[in-house]
Nanobody, 123 residues
Framework: QLQLVESGGGLVQPGGSLRLSCAAS????????IGWFRRVPGKEREGVSC????????NYANSVKGRFTISRDDAKTTVYLQMNNLKPEDTGIYYC????????????????WGQGTQVTVSS
């Protein structure tokens, strides 16, 4: 069974940093599109960053460009989201997702989702 487990969330002050991890079990993440999404109360789920299947090209939402970095370990079992210079508007539940398809990886049409990890940016 394919599972994704996020970790690394927490409470951080504005300007601080967090690194989220997404560990895959039951499969490796090569030949998958991988995405990080967040959900803020009262708003729709938002694509934050992703790695396209095939090209391996990283993509970022405009709101996080220059502050967030997505990466994958060499073993292709864990995906990271390094978040720097965090802002209060980055607060939300962050989910990772994986899919074998070749769609726009910022779209939410993924087959596999983790349970989410809470990120709170507040002074």
């Amino acid at each position: 069974q394919l599972q994704l487990v996020e970790s690394g969330g927490g409470l951080v002050q504005p300007g601080g940093s967090l690194r989220l991890s997404c560990a895959a079990s039951g499969f490796t993440l090569d030949n998958f599109a991988i995405g990080w999404f967040r959900r803020v109360p009262g708003k729709e789920r938002e694509g934050v960053s992703c790695i396209s299947n095939g090209s391996g090209k990283p993509n970022y939402a405009n709101s996080v460009k220059g502050r967030f970095t997505i990466s994958r370990d060499d073993a292709k079992t864990t995906v990271y989201l390094q978040m720097n210079n965090l802002k209060p508007e980055d607060t939300g539940i962050y989910y990772c997702a994986a899919d074998r398809g070749y769609m726009d990886c910022m779209s939410p049409f993924y087959d596999h989702w983790g349970q989410g990890t809470q990120v709170t940016v507040s002074s």
